[in-house]
């Protein structure tokens, strides 16, 4: 078994030839497998036994060779690789273990957990649900359609899950883009009462949570908090896993080197520091005197390359110093000292603990190394108490040498048990104490109690902890053996680094050679003392400061002989020399090992014999256990090795790829930053190992490019931390030391740049330029819906601070604004190459052919794909707007035109279909609404480049279709009246209809176009204006002439009645008028110059068809009034002194033309009613049909003023008036045109007609009785009775 301190020279050729001894045997067995397999016996690879015999083996035996070497070289690569990580991970492991130089960062952003291409199609799935309805998530209409525009737009597109395969998505991603997306809806919408639009945000939020959680356990959210929660402080074990994975390094492995590297012990870690540190001040001093520099920038770097290493040195042991070693206070004279004489021989470029001279040994006190220690004894029982009656109450008091007394409980002296503890603090490192047995005085005069026995047990830290028996010394008044079970438990404090009993001897100090308690104390994390000491003394009799002292073993001392002392070792310094011994081999070991912790030194003392017997010291032997296993697993060679001599550089490059690969593949949306405890383990491992910050940096700009080039989501703010760093370390420190040397200063305080920096510089500046360029060009899928917020934005600052020759001069806005002007021109080409593509494809998915999109694809497709194309270029600009715009603040109008590149692009492809289009069709005037409705809007495109194209292309198409529509319209207004039928259809005939609905429709689409030339766009209007006007009054001269031709179909008999279609004429007239005023009358916003002068065409069009209905009405009054004369001509044959009135008079006619007139009104009335839908107008033709009856009636009467009216006439007459009257005012015909002069003047007439023939009547009854007699009676009776009648048929 060998001894686990067996020099680092014998272990690392042990390890080199078992490692030579496996690559043969794997040489070996490779080799013959291979050439067992092809049936020959060759040597592929010769390992000293000469050439191998030329020979001629066929291609196969060749080719198996060739793969034998493949696979071997395979093989030492990977163990190579292996043994690399290995190493690597026992430096890791050690900055986790006693870390100095950094703490784990607290303040990091806390990072989102990503979304993975799994979880994206669950959450397509969730949203498809519940737009089918199959969710429980009650919704109304506006946040369904807002989940639907959200899915079709969000979740459906490519670039999502692109940015999900780029790990940069979290599902706060998905929330905020639908906030985002939410808040324009919800603000468009209307107030309601009682309902505020935050609170419907929140409705709508709460809902979107519900549909993408989906049936997940809300309980499981604390568990993923406590998850992310645990990301941002580690403990040491989960660091340990950490990197045990990162590393590939196996649980057994970690166990194995964690013993063998002592991690749990501090101590061992403090002294394998100050071993580095030691190792590297040592290297630092040859390298200056070797003069092997690194190549610089500038040559006089070389100097100050050196002051820069002892600095960082120098920095590590001030970081070192200022760990605490004890509860205590180190802010002594000798921790100050230290520190002063560090600091001064940094002047001198020397900083070796060895360089303290013996005058610093006066420097350390007493009070330096004061101890104080933490006693607890325990007092249990006590045996052999006879003496004593059973009743008598004893107890116990405990004291240490110089402190206070405690006292027991009290118990009884048949059972003396007590259990009691009392705790105690002294600063004596060989303290005593004194335990006393005592029993109450039953006298009436003791003063005090009776002490029956004390035991006096002196303690070191070292005793046993367990409760022991020990034999008390009794006094005169108890003559019993007592036995008393006491525990004393003494801890050691913590600059208490070992203590025990050695024989020592030396030249200044324990000069003679004698058995003394030592104790080893640390007073900072550099100064240790060896102090003697006295039993109840708390200060050191002697002391000797181990700065500058070596440790080893040696053998026996001459003059020890036979004085004591088997086992022997020494500490050696220039001008000293102390000899120590021990009686036991372990307990030497023990004192070593300790003394080599504190010395520091790089010479790691090695035992003189191993140890053969079995090893009684459990810490000896678990030591020993560790390096065996260690040795035997092959991995004592990676404990014991050198870190001064390895390229730390490299390493921390391999080890902070691959913990960057790690980080990138966790359950986490880094974007490339590392979580707090990676980045302290990267901390300590450059300030422990001395790896330049640039370095760092540039490795980690080189790794963040490597994947952000392939496709990994990298924030742009990491990347320009990084760069900021190293430009500030290459520009700004060469330009300074250039600088000061050009003035003949020193360049002091300024950091060294090597050459190798300054290239590898260049070369990812100019591979970060070509990035942020193509990110830029790609801004759309680089940086989809503004996702990650502000990375857009975070690259165009980096490419400006990229863009800079150095940190001092700014780079010129022009240069900024020419690069980003050439992103975004080939930023249009991409972005619409990529959309028509896509617009392609959907085309073919749409007709379900698989063919590819080529020229033979029909014009009315063409114009289809087109107008699709639109629409999705104004999607991809609108979102453009919404999510990029803000990023692209300060260059405002290079986007502006970027879009009309854009526009300029497609104008291409629209300008070949529309060219494509047959001669007159007007299919594709909806592609011109949809471009021009989008562009009018947008105050940056609206009267730009593509806006006045599209204008030009479509002026022509919009003339000729009006030009097509007046003729269309002229011509059905020509044959559509000479096949007009007049039958009522909407508010006028089907004619009318007709025209009237084309010409509102050809208004209201060129309305609709939203022309943008306004000059062009008066012109329209005008034009169409004057068209409607023109083509209504054609409407209405046919109308008039169609209608006077139907008044002409009528008699003049009472029989007569109106023609229901020339009501629908009258229908026509009012609905064009009604229309008149939307089609003819020009906007209130037009030229009022113009419609003063000569484009009143709505006032024109009026008062034509005011007269026309003036007309329409004259003439259908003469008619019905004509009625009215031929019944009046009739009755005027009853005239009194005519020769038909005396026959006429025989027939004994009642009432028939009075009757038959008032049924002709009546009839007509209805018609009119019903049929004329204008009631004002109905009323004005009643008003003046009714006037024109009265005032004919009043002719008529006033032509007969000298004749009686014959009784035949006045029934008749007064019928029609009576009639006339109630039946008008039934009609609505008002008060003033009723009553008027004319009627009362007929009335007035009619009354004394009505008088007269009463009177004449009476008359001729008398006469006819006085001439007949008594017969004449019943002629009376007759005559009276027809005078009845006449009244009754006037009452009617």
Same mark, same amino acid.
């Given at each position: 078994?060998?001894?686990?301190?067996?020099?680092?020279?014998?272990?690392?050729?042990?390890?080199?030839?078992?490692?030579?001894?496996?690559?043969?045997?794997?040489?070996?067995?490779?080799?013959?497998?291979?050439?067992?397999?092809?049936?020959?016996?060759?040597?592929?690879?010769?390992?000293?036994?000469?050439?191998?015999?030329? $020979?001629?083996?066929?291609?196969?035996?060749?080719?198996?060779?060739?793969?034998?070497?493949?696979?071997?070289?395979?093989?030492?690569?990977?163990?190579?690789?292996?043994?690399?990580?290995?190493?690597?991970?026992?430096?890791?492991?050690?900055?986790?273990?006693?870390?100095?130089?950094? /703490?784990?960062?607290?303040?990091?952003?806390?990072?989102?957990?990503?979304?993975?291409?799994?979880?994206?199609?669950?959450?397509?799935?969730?949203?498809?649900?519940?737009?089918?309805?199959?969710?429980?998530?009650?919704?109304?209409?506006?946040?369904?359609?807002?989940?639907?525009?959200?899915?079709?737009?969000?979740?459906?597109?490519?670039?999502?899950?692109?940015?999900?395969?780029?790990?940069?998505?979290?599902?706060?991603?998905?929330?905020?883009?639908?906030?985002?997306?939410?808040?324009?809806?919800?603000?468009?919408?209307?107030?309601?009462?009682?309902?505020?639009?935050?609170?419907?945000?929140?409705?709508?939020?709460?809902?979107?949570?519900?549909?993408?959680?989906?049936?997940?356990?809300?309980?499981?959210?604390?568990?993923?908090?406590?998850?992310?929660?645990?990301?941002?402080?580690?403990?040491?074990?989960?660091?340990?896993?950490?990197?045990?994975?990162?590393?590939?390094?196996?649980?057994?492995?970690?166990?194995?080197?964690?013993?063998?590297?002592?991690?749990?012990?501090?101590?061992?870690?403090?002294?394998?520091?100050?071993?580095?540190?030691?190792?590297?001040?040592?290297?630092?001093?040859?390298?200056?005197?070797?003069?092997?520099?690194?190549?610089?920038?500038?040559?006089?770097?070389?100097?100050?390359?050196?002051? @820069?290493?002892?600095?960082?040195?120098?920095?590590?042991?001030?970081?070192?110093?200022?760990?605490?070693?004890?509860?205590?206070?180190?802010?002594?004279?000798?921790?100050?000292?230290?520190?002063?004489?560090?600091?001064?021989?940094?002047?001198?470029?020397?900083?070796?603990?060895?360089?303290?001279?013996?005058?610093?040994?006066?420097?350390?006190?007493?009070?330096?190394?004061?101890?104080?220690?933490?006693?607890?004894?325990?007092?249990?029982?006590?045996?052999?108490?006879?003496?004593? &009656?059973?009743?008598?109450?004893?107890?116990?008091?405990?004291?240490?040498?110089?402190?206070?007394?405690?006292?027991?409980?009290?118990?009884?002296?048949?059972?003396?048990?007590?259990?009691?503890?009392?705790?105690?603090?002294?600063?004596?490192?060989?303290?005593?104490?004194?335990?006393?047995?005592?029993?109450?005085?039953?006298?009436?005069?003791?003063?005090?109690?009776?002490?029956?026995?004390?035991?006096?047990?002196?303690?070191?830290?070292?005793?046993?902890?367990?409760?022991?028996?020990?034999?008390?010394?009794?006094?005169?008044?108890?003559?019993?053996?007592?036995?008393?079970?006491?525990?004393?438990?003494?801890?050691?404090?913590?600059?208490?680094?070992?203590?025990?009993?050695?024989?020592?001897?030396?030249?200044?100090?324990?000069?003679?050679?004698?058995?003394?308690?030592?104790?080893?104390?640390?007073?900072?994390?550099?100064?240790? &003392?060896?102090?003697?000491?006295?039993?109840?003394?708390?200060?050191?009799?002697?002391?000797?400061?181990?700065?500058?002292?070596?440790?080893?073993?040696?053998?026996?001392?001459?003059?020890?002989?036979?004085?004591?002392?088997?086992?022997?070792?020494?500490?050696?310094?220039?001008?000293?020399?102390?000899?120590?011994?021990?009686?036991?081999?372990?307990?030497?070991?023990?004192?070593?090992?300790?003394?080599?912790?504190?010395?520091?030194?790089?010479?790691?003392?090695?035992?003189?014999?191993?140890?053969?017997?079995?090893?009684?010291?459990?810490?000896?032997?678990?030591?020993?256990?560790?390096?065996?296993?260690?040795?035997?697993?092959?991995?004592?060679?990676?404990?014991?090795?050198?870190?001064?001599?390895?390229?730390?550089?490299?390493?921390?490059?391999?080890?902070?790829?691959?913990?960057?690969?790690?980080?990138?593949?966790?359950?986490?949306?880094?974007?490339?930053?590392?979580?707090?405890?990676?980045?302290?383990?990267?901390?300590?491992?450059?300030?422990?190992?001395?790896?330049?910050?640039?370095?760092?940096?540039?490795?980690?700009?080189?790794?963040?490019?490597?994947?952000?080039? $392939?496709?990994?989501?990298?924030?742009?703010?990491?990347?320009?931390?990084?760069?900021?760093?190293?430009?500030?370390?290459?520009?700004?420190?060469?330009?300074?030391?250039?600088?000061?040397?050009?003035?003949?200063?020193?360049?002091?305080?300024?950091?060294?740049?090597?050459?190798?920096?300054?290239?590898?510089?260049?070369?990812?500046?100019?591979?970060?330029?070509?990035?942020?360029?193509?990110?830029?060009?790609?801004?759309?899928?680089?940086?989809?819906?503004?996702?990650?917020?502000?990375?857009?934005?975070?690259?165009?600052?980096?490419?400006?601070?990229?863009?800079?020759?150095?940190?001092?001069?700014?780079?010129?806005?022009?240069?900024?604004?020419?690069?980003?002007?050439?992103?975004?021109?080939?930023?249009?080409?991409?972005?619409?190459?990529?959309?028509?593509?896509?617009?392609?494809?959907?085309?073919?998915?749409?007709?379900?052919?698989?063919?590819?999109?080529?020229?033979?694809?029909?014009?009315?497709?063409?114009?289809?794909?087109?107008?699709?194309?639109?629409?999705?270029?104004?999607?991809?600009?609108?979102?453009?707007?919404?999510?990029?715009?803000?990023?692209?603040?300060?260059?405002?109008?290079?986007?502006?035109?970027?879009?009309?590149?854009?526009?300029?692009?497609?104008?291409?492809?629209?300008?070949?279909?529309?060219?494509?289009?047959?001669?007159?069709?007007?299919?594709?005037?909806?592609?011109?609404?949809?471009?021009?409705?989008?562009?009018?809007?947008?105050?940056?495109?609206?009267?730009?480049?593509?806006?006045?194209?599209?204008?030009?292309?479509?002026?022509?198409?919009?003339?000729?279709?009006?030009?097509?529509?007046?003729?269309?319209?002229?011509?059905?207004?020509?044959?559509?009246?000479?096949?007009?039928?007049?039958?009522?259809?909407?508010?006028?005939?089907?004619?009318?209809?007709?025209?009237?609905?084309?010409?509102?429709?050809?208004?209201?689409?060129?309305?609709?176009?939203?022309?943008?030339?306004?000059?062009?766009?008066?012109?329209?209007?005008?034009?169409?204006?004057?068209?409607?006007?023109?083509?209504?009054?054609?409407?209405?001269?046919?109308?008039?002439?169609?209608?006077?031709?139907?008044?002409?179909?009528?008699?003049?008999?009472?029989?007569?009645?109106?023609?229901?279609?020339?009501?629908?004429?009258?229908?026509?007239?009012?609905?064009? /008028?009604?229309?008149?005023?939307?089609?003819?009358?020009?906007?209130?916003?037009?030229?009022?110059?113009?419609?003063?002068?000569?484009?009143?065409?709505?006032?024109?069009?009026?008062?034509?068809?005011?007269?026309?209905?003036?007309?329409?009405?004259?003439?259908?009054?003469?008619?019905?009034?004509?009625?009215?004369?031929?019944?009046?001509?009739?009755?005027?044959?009853?005239?009194?002194?005519?020769?038909?009135?005396?026959?006429?008079?025989?027939?004994?006619?009642?009432?028939?033309?009075?009757?038959?007139?008032?049924?002709?009104?009546?009839?007509?009335?209805?018609?009119?009613?019903?049929?004329?839908?204008?009631?004002?107008?109905?009323?004005?033709?009643? @008003?003046?049909?009714?006037?024109?009856?009265?005032?004919?009636?009043?002719?008529?009467?006033?032509?007969?003023?000298?004749?009686?009216?014959?009784?035949?006439?006045?029934?008749?007459?007064?019928?029609?008036?009576?009639?006339?009257?109630?039946?008008?005012?039934?009609?609505?015909?008002?008060?003033?045109?009723?009553?008027?002069?004319?009627?009362?003047?007929?009335?007035?007439?009619?009354?004394?007609?009505?008088?007269?023939?009463?009177?004449?009547?009476?008359?001729?009854?008398?006469?006819?009785?006085?001439?007949?007699?008594?017969?004449?009676?019943?002629?009376?009776?007759?005559?009276?009775?027809?005078?009845?009648?006449?009244?009754?048929?006037?009452?009617?």
């Amino acid at each position: 078994m060998r001894e686990p301190s067996s020099s680092e020279e014998e272990s690392e050729n042990e390890t080199n030839d078992d490692e030579n001894s496996d690559i043969l045997s794997i040489h070996n067995n490779v080799d013959q497998k291979s050439l067992s397999a092809s049936g020959e016996n060759l040597s592929v690879v010769s390992h000293g036994r000469g050439p191998p015999r030329p $020979a001629s083996p066929s291609p196969s035996l060749i080719s198996d060779r060739e793969k034998a070497i493949e696979d071997t070289e395979k093989l030492e690569r990977e163990e190579e690789e292996r043994k690399k990580r290995l190493q690597l991970y026992v430096f890791v492991m050690r900055c986790i273990a006693y870390p100095f130089n950094a /703490k784990q960062p607290t303040d990091m952003a806390r990072r989102q957990t990503k979304v993975t291409k799994q979880q994206l199609q669950t959450i397509k799935e969730r949203f498809v649900a519940f737009l089918n309805g199959e969710t429980s998530i009650v919704a109304d209409e506006a946040f369904t359609n807002a989940v639907q525009s959200y899915y079709e737009v969000f979740l459906k597109s490519d670039r999502v899950a692109t940015m999900v395969k780029s790990g940069g998505c979290s599902a706060n991603d998905f929330r905020e883009v639908f906030k985002n997306n939410i808040e324009k809806r919800v603000r468009s919408l209307p107030e309601i009462d009682g309902l505020s639009k935050e609170t419907v945000l929140s409705s709508w939020m709460t809902k979107f949570d519900a549909i993408f959680r989906g049936e997940e356990d809300p309980r499981k959210q604390p568990q993923r908090m406590s998850t992310a929660a645990s990301e941002l402080i580690l403990s040491k074990e989960q660091l340990y896993e950490m990197f045990q994975n990162i590393l590939g390094v196996k649980k057994y492995e970690h166990q194995i080197l964690y013993n063998a590297c002592q991690l749990d012990n501090a101590d061992e870690q403090a002294a394998q520091v100050r071993r580095e540190l030691d190792r590297r001040l040592q290297l630092t001093e040859q390298m200056s005197r070797m003069r092997k520099h690194p190549k610089f920038v500038v040559k006089e770097m070389e100097s100050m390359y050196m002051d @820069e290493l002892k600095s960082a040195i120098n920095l590590l042991m001030a970081n070192l110093e200022s760990l605490p070693v004890s509860k205590g206070s180190t802010d002594s004279t000798i921790s100050r000292l230290q520190k002063l004489k560090r600091y001064n021989r940094a002047q001198h470029s020397s900083l070796s603990k060895m360089d303290i001279n013996d005058e610093t040994d006066s420097g350390l006190s007493k009070l330096d190394v004061v101890l104080s220690f933490t006693l607890e004894v325990h007092v249990v029982e006590v045996k052999g108490l006879k003496s004593l &009656a059973n009743n008598k109450i004893v107890y116990c008091t405990m004291e240490v040498e110089g402190g206070e007394k405690l006292q027991t409980d009290q118990a009884e002296a048949s059972k003396p048990s007590w259990d009691t503890q009392g705790d105690f603090t002294t600063t004596h490192p060989l303290p005593v104490v004194k335990v006393k047995l005592y029993t109450e005085s039953s006298g009436m005069l003791s003063l005090e109690d009776k002490e029956l026995g004390k035991v006096v047990i002196p303690v070191t830290a070292s005793s046993s902890r367990q409760p022991e028996w020990y034999r008390m010394h009794t006094t005169k008044n108890c003559q019993d053996d007592l036995k008393i079970k006491i525990a004393v438990r003494m801890d050691k404090p913590q600059n208490m680094k070992h203590c025990g009993y050695l024989y020592g001897l030396g030249k200044k100090v324990w000069k003679k050679y004698k058995k003394r308690y030592f104790v080893l104390v640390q007073v900072s994390q550099y100064t240790f &003392a060896m102090c003697s000491y006295r039993e109840k003394k708390p200060d050191p009799t002697e002391m000797m400061q181990l700065d500058g002292f070596t440790v080893d073993y040696c053998e026996q001392v001459p003059d020890a002989e036979g004085f004591g002392g088997k086992y022997f070792f020494n500490c050696v310094k220039e001008g000293d020399n102390v000899t120590f011994a021990t009686d036991d081999e372990n307990e030497r070991t023990l004192w070593v090992q300790a003394i080599y912790r504190a010395t520091g030194q790089t010479h790691k003392p090695v035992p003189p014999v191993v140890q053969t017997n079995k090893i009684s010291n459990t810490q000896i032997s678990r030591m020993q256990g560790d390096a065996d296993r260690a040795r035997k697993h092959g991995l004592d060679e990676f404990v014991q090795a050198n870190p001064v001599m390895f390229d730390h550089h490299d390493l921390f490059n391999m080890l902070q790829t691959l913990t960057l690969d790690y980080r990138l593949n966790d359950a986490y949306t880094c974007l490339g930053w590392f979580s707090p405890g990676q980045v302290f383990v990267l901390d300590e491992y450059c300030a422990r190992y001395g790896v330049r910050g640039c370095h760092r940096h540039l490795c980690y700009l080189n790794d963040l490019l490597e994947r952000a080039e $392939a496709g990994i989501m990298i924030d742009p703010t990491l990347i320009h931390y990084s760069f900021a760093f190293c430009a500030s370390h290459v520009h700004g420190n060469s330009y300074e030391v250039k600088i000061k040397l050009k003035r003949g200063k020193r360049p002091d305080g300024i950091g060294t740049v090597l050459l190798k920096e300054k290239l590898q510089f260049d070369e990812i500046k100019e591979r970060l330029r070509i990035l942020l360029e193509n990110q830029i060009t790609h801004f759309r899928y680089c940086f989809p819906f503004g996702r990650p917020e502000g990375a857009l934005k975070a690259t165009l600052s980096l490419l400006e601070r990229v863009l800079m020759k150095d940190i001092v001069t700014p780079v010129p806005p022009e240069e900024v604004r020419n690069v980003i002007k050439k992103c975004l021109e080939n930023a249009a080409l991409v972005n619409y190459t990529r959309i028509s593509e896509y617009a392609k494809i959907e085309g073919r998915k749409g007709s379900g052919s698989t063919d590819s999109y080529n020229e033979e694809v029909s014009p009315k497709k063409r114009l289809d794909d087109v107008i699709h194309l639109a629409e999705l270029c104004i999607e991809v600009l609108q979102q453009n707007e919404e999510h990029h715009a803000e990023a692209f603040a300060w260059f405002s109008d290079l986007l502006v035109e970027h879009a009309e590149i854009f526009w300029s692009l497609f104008a291409v492809d629209m300008d070949s279909t529309l060219e494509m289009q047959p001669p007159d069709t007007w299919d594709s005037f909806p592609l011109f609404q949809l471009l021009n409705d989008y562009l009018r809007n947008d105050e940056n495109l609206s009267s730009g480049k593509f806006h006045q194209h599209l204008r030009m292309v479509f002026a022509p198409q919009v003339v000729r279709y009006v030009d097509l529509m007046e003729s269309s319209i002229a011509q059905s207004i020509h044959k559509g009246f000479e096949r007009e039928r007049w039958e009522p259809q909407g508010n006028g005939c089907a004619t009318s209809e007709d025209m009237l609905w084309k010409l509102d429709a050809l208004q209201s689409f060129i309305r609709e176009l939203h022309w943008p030339d306004e000059m062009f766009a008066d012109h329209l209007d005008h034009r169409l204006k004057l068209m409607a006007a023109d083509m209504i009054e054609a409407a209405a001269k046919r109308t008039l002439k169609s209608f006077e031709a139907w008044l002409r179909k009528g008699g003049k008999g009472t029989d007569y009645l109106l023609y229901p279609e020339m009501a629908v004429m009258m229908n026509v007239i009012i609905d064009c /008028k009604n229309r008149a005023l939307h089609l003819c009358a020009l906007d209130s916003g037009e030229n009022m110059t113009l419609i003063e002068n000569s484009h009143q065409y709505h006032t024109k069009i009026e008062d034509f068809l005011d007269r026309i209905q003036v007309q329409m009405v004259k003439c259908l009054i003469e008619k019905l009034l004509s009625v009215l004369e031929s019944v009046l001509s009739k009755l005027a044959r009853y005239d009194e002194g005519t020769f038909f009135s005396s026959i006429l008079s025989l027939t004994k006619p009642v009432n028939e033309l009075g009757k038959a007139y008032v049924d002709f009104m009546r009839g007509n009335l209805d018609i009119l009613r019903q049929k004329i839908a204008d009631e004002l107008f109905t009323l004005s033709i009643f @008003e003046q049909w009714y006037t024109g009856q009265m005032k004919m009636i009043c002719d008529w009467l006033s032509d007969r003023l000298d004749l009686s009216l014959h009784p035949y006439q006045l029934t008749c007459v007064m019928t029609i008036n009576r009639k006339c009257f109630s039946d008008f005012e039934l009609q609505g015909v008002p008060e003033n045109a009723l009553n008027a002069k004319t009627y009362q003047t007929i009335c007035s007439r009619l009354q004394v007609e009505e008088a007269t023939q009463s009177v004449t009547q009476s008359e001729n009854s008398s006469k006819t009785s006085r001439f007949l007699g008594g017969g004449g009676s019943s002629m009376g009776g007759a005559s009276s009775g027809t005078g009845s009648q006449a009244s009754g048929d006037e009452s009617d």
